[in-house]
């Protein structure tokens, strides 16, 4: 039973992949599972310098998720190109998430790592403020997202997937200016931007006040907009949002995504990915169908 698919240029050998910043490089999951197993390793984002991120607690567990306000901590793209020599030695895609704060960091890392050979591909995390522009973020902005993505694309040979924040609202706008703009494929989405208050000190949970929500808590919310979006984009989806069973992804596949990336779930069940997998597997046997058949295959 066959579970490749293609997204823009390249083959994955399944639609399964973990979520960028819930899986660290991918070397902390070895022991879990062979990630040469895996459709494509997702890397945490990277930008052009070191960043160390938000004044703790950084993480709030919540029923049915969490809020995280890592702040993209990363040591820079510098140090960062040896771990991913690393992750030469494995056989899937290497998938490399960055951001920048401007329009200029944002091409010159794109430019480091469309230069490296472990890199199969570009996720571009377009959820930052544009310093440059008042702080605006630049995935809530349709022609922000297009300009974005049309001067990273001109100055890469790579695919470049475009990763959007939720919180933009309309998303199939912002979805139609990332494909118009050279976008191979749209990940679809980033965490829901929330809060917590401990009502005993009357203080946010959060050093950083507010985070971002992720976990099963958010998978209607997140297949609603894959949903949308499928029907106005052509290039492929990869749907990410609350992933913990095989019936979450099924419901994706069938509102339109071509993969999936699982990501709060890595932390409760590090083996999450190889089991999904394999019960992919089963029940595309069992029901005697196929992944593109299944994909988008929502009756109405
Ligand atoms: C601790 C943590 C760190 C994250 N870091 C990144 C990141 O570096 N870049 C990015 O694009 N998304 C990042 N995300 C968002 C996830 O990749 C994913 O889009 C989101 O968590 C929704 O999926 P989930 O509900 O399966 O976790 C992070 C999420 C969490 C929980």
């Not at 990869?238 to 999936?260: K, Q, R, W």
């Not at 190889?274 to 019960?279: R, V």
Request: with cysteine; proline share 5%; glycine share 10%.
């Amino acid at each position: 039973m066959s579970l490749k698919v293609r997204i823009g240029n390249l083959e994955l050998k399944n639609p399964f992949m973990p979520a960028s910043g819930t899986f660290g490089s991918g070397l902390e999951y070895e022991d879990f599972g062979n990630l040469s197993e895996l459709g494509a390793i997702v890397t945490k984002g990277v930008s052009l310098n070191p960043k160390i991120g938000n004044k703790p607690p950084r993480i709030c567990e919540l029923p049915g998720g969490m809020l995280n306000s890592i702040g993209l901590e990363n040591i820079g793209i510098e140090k960062f190109v040896k771990v991913l020599d690393e992750l030469g030695k494995y056989e899937t895609n290497v998938i490399v998430n960055f951001f920048g704060n401007s329009l200029e960091e944002y091409i010159e890392v794109a430019k480091i790592l469309d230069g490296h050979n472990v890199v199969s591909c570009l996720e571009m995390n377009i959820s930052c403020p544009n310093i440059k522009e008042g702080g605006m973020c630049f995935g809530t902005d349709p022609n922000m997202v297009y300009t974005l993505v049309k001067e990273v694309k001109k100055n890469i040979q790579k695919d470049l997937w475009v990763k959007l924040t939720p919180n933009a609202g309309n998303l199939i706008s912002i979805a139609r200016s990332a494909e118009d703009a050279g976008a191979s494929a749209i990940v679809i989405a980033n965490t829901y931007t929330g809060m917590k208050v401990d009502v005993a000190t009357k203080r946010p949970v959060l050093g950083n006040i507010f985070g971002g929500y992720s976990g099963p808590v958010i998978k209607p919310i997140t297949l609603y907009h894959v949903f949308c979006c499928a029907k106005e984009i052509n290039v492929p989806i990869i749907a990410c949002g609350g992933i913990v069973t095989l019936e979450d992804a099924l419901e994706y596949f069938i509102v339109g995504a071509s993969a999936v990336q699982v990501g709060t779930a890595n932390f409760t069940n590090p083996h999450i990915l190889w089991e999904l997998i394999k019960k992919m597997e089963s029940y595309l046997r069992a029901e005697n169908t196929s992944l593109s058949d299944l994909v988008g295959s929502l009756k109405i």
